[in-house]
């Protein structure tokens, strides 16, 4: 008999102590985010240092080593170069990340010997059309960074809300609007369509 | 009732009932308001619940749950019941047609006919039947038969195995349901909830709970088995979402589906008035006496909101049971009905006898161990919280170093 009651004892004790438990919850601050109508700061501010986000690169200290374009596991990244024969200096060209492929593992900025390439806090750029996610960095042949004893560029200041990313992504999206803005005129239902994507 | 017909009757047009020629007109006409009032209430009841649940669900796990419809959301059951309202009513190919769509209304008429007999304050019942009690145990065993020809008609099995198993767990819980309420039936001597009522008194110790450990023991197990036959947590294996996708109800969708949430809900009305009019004193208003109760408006208004209120409480104790608690298995629910809840149940039956053959209602002494009962409750619900207190500080210094910031959020505070 003993058994039974011990049985009856710890089922409704338990059951005590568990109700004790959810009721002192009711009491406790919600860990929610309310993202993104109730923020207490903005969340950018709340996220922390070693977020990885929309990656960015800062094309002043690239060195042109490939490494990135490399061990990306998904080829997101594509960097051309270009070498001058006769000054022999060497040139970026271009340095696209596809943000709509990248997996956000982080593996580029690890290997990147001067932190050229890195992870920032900045995360809503969803857009209207998949293109648009195609970041380029460089604009027109950027020479290349060089090592010098004096100064780490590791050790510099990362602009980790994004600014270059969000400059870039905004340009690139008021020239698809202005190159569409010269086909308007064939086609007026493709019109009323990018009004609305503007608006 | 009647009497109140008679008396809108003559509020309104200013002539007897007797005389005037309409008097079956005006009781039938009478009749379907009170079946629309009960309805409505027991529509939005079963709405407002659903959306409470959610936030105090949300609360439990540390959420803030569904917020953005209306203001704090309160709109949620709103959209989710005209979004269940605008979807195609499918019927599987291969289901019985005929009892795949009659299903529903034997689940929502089972439940929705208990409303008749509960009352909702002194002298507010739609009907008080002199078998009150016994009459909510029948008819709630409608629902039985709907959720079965609802899960034999789906032809899917997901569905067929929810059928047997809720009619497996209703009818063996209907056995302690019934057990556990003659110590009620016995000190009251009628089965007319009213009545039951009327034999209670205000004040906690007048109750029907704190009368004697035997009657404690059945509030306990008739807790337990109303939960059980509610459908509701621990014991919901008809439609436990993990084993059987959605139970008896998978194959449903639009309105048709819509009904089986809802008298889930309105049954929760229903188990928790139970519990309430039995055990806890049902409308007694503290320091007044029935005969004063009656002659007063704003008296009656106020058993009503007594009612309201601790039903409400009785409510939110099973909302949190159904968040704290994992889902028994099959087994151990059968178990406990015929090897823990049953004997408990005949016991007590037989020590209330004893104890009020030794000590009747009226006596001194049988007030002084009432007291000594309400005593050891109150002691009880005072280690209740001091329990939760000591689970509130345990976690508050680890949050505070960890976040910066008290984790003082009661529950009265709206996210």
């Known amino acids: 008999m003993t058994p039974y009651f011990n049985a009856v ?191 | 009732m009647k009497e109140n017909a008679n008396l809108l009757f003559v509020f309104l047009f200013k002539t007897p009932i007797e005389g005037s020629g309409y008097s079956l007109a005006w009781y039938i006409l009478f009749v379907f308001i009170i079946a629309g009032a009960l309805l409505f209430f027991a529509a939005n009841f079963a709405g407002i619940t659903s959306f409470i649940e959610r936030r105090i669900a949300a609360r439990i796990q540390t959420r803030v749950g569904p917020n953005v419809v209306g203001p704090q959301g309160i709109l949620q059951w709103v959209a989710d019941g005209i979004k269940l309202l605008l979807k195609e009513d499918l019927i599987p190919d291969r289901a019985d047609q005929f009892l795949f769509r009659v299903a529903p209304y034997f689940v929502f008429s089972g439940l929705f006919a208990a409303f008749v007999a509960l009352p909702f304050g002194y002298g507010i019942v739609a009907a008080d039947l002199n078998v009150g009690v016994y009459y909510i145990f029948a008819i709630t065993s409608l629902v039985v038969v709907g959720i079965i020809m609802g899960g034999w008609s789906s032809n899917s099995k997901w569905a067929l195995f929810g059928a047997l198993r809720s009619a497996a767990q209703i009818i063996s819980y209907e056995i302690p349901t019934a057990l556990s309420l003659i110590p009620v039936i016995m000190l009251t001597g ?3 909830t009213q009545d039951i009522i009327k034999a209670q008194g205000g004040l906690p110790w007048d109750w029907f709970v704190f009368h004697s450990p035997f009657t404690f023991v059945c509030f306990v197990v008739f807790f337990i088995s109303a939960l059980a036959e509610g459908n509701r947590i621990p014991f919901d294996l ?83 049971l159904r968040w704290t608690l994992p889902r028994v298995r099959v087994d151990q629910m059968t178990q406990l009905c015929w090897t823990y809840l049953v004997p408990f149940c005949l016991v007590a039956i037989v020590g209330t006898m004893i104890w009020m053959l030794i000590f009747p209602w009226e006596t001194r002494v049988a007030l002084l161990l009432r007291l000594m009962m309400f005593g050891i409750g109150f002691a009880f619900c005072f280690f209740y919280v001091r329990r939760i207190r000591f689970n509130y500080f345990n976690d508050k210094t680890a949050y505070e170093n960890l976040k910066k910031k008290s984790p003082w959020y009661p529950i009265w505070r709206l996210p």
């Open chain 1, 9 to 199: 004892a710890t089922t409704l004790y338990s059951i005590f102590e568990g109700m004790a438990v959810t009721t002192s919850y009711l009491f406790r601050r919600p860990s929610t985010i309310q993202y993104p109508n109730k923020l207490e700061k903005p969340l950018e501010e709340q996220l922390s240092d070693r977020y990885r986000g929309i990656l960015q690169v800062d094309t002043s200290v690239c060195i042109g080593c490939r490494i990135c374009e490399k061990t990306c596991p998904i080829d997101c990244i594509a960097i051309n170069l270009e070498k001058n024969k006769e000054t022999k200096e060497r040139f970026l060209t271009r340095f696209d990340i596809d943000i709509s492929k990248c997996m956000f593992c982080g593996l580029c900025s690890e290997n990147c010997s001067t932190c050229a390439i890195y992870h920032t806090k900045f995360f809503n750029g969803a857009t209207q059309n998949v293109d648009e996610l195609v970041v380029r960095f460089v604009d027109s042949p950027i020479v290349l960074y060089k090592h010098r004893k004096d100064s780490d560029p590791k050790t510099r200041e990362k602009d980790l809300s994004g600014v270059i990313v969000k400059q870039k992504m905004v340009k690139q999206r008021m020239k698809k609007q202005k190159t569409a803005k010269q086909e308007m005129p064939v086609n007026k239902i493709s019109k009323h369509k990018i009004k609305e994507e503007i608006l």
């Open chain 2, 190 to 192: 009628s089965l007319s």
């Open chain 2, 238 to 320: 008809p439609e436990a979402e993990s084993e059987l996708v959605s139970g008896y109800n998978t194959e449903y969708s639009g309105f048709r589906f819509l009904v089986f949430p809802m008298a889930e809900w309105a049954n929760l009305w229903v188990i928790a008035a139970m519990v309430s009019l039995t055990y806890l004193g049902g409308w007694q208003v503290p320091f007044v006496s029935i005969e004063t109760l009656s002659g007063s408006l704003v008296l009656i208004f106020l058993s009503v909101a007594v009612f309201v209120i601790k039903t409400s409480i009785v409510v939110f104790i099973v909302m949190q």
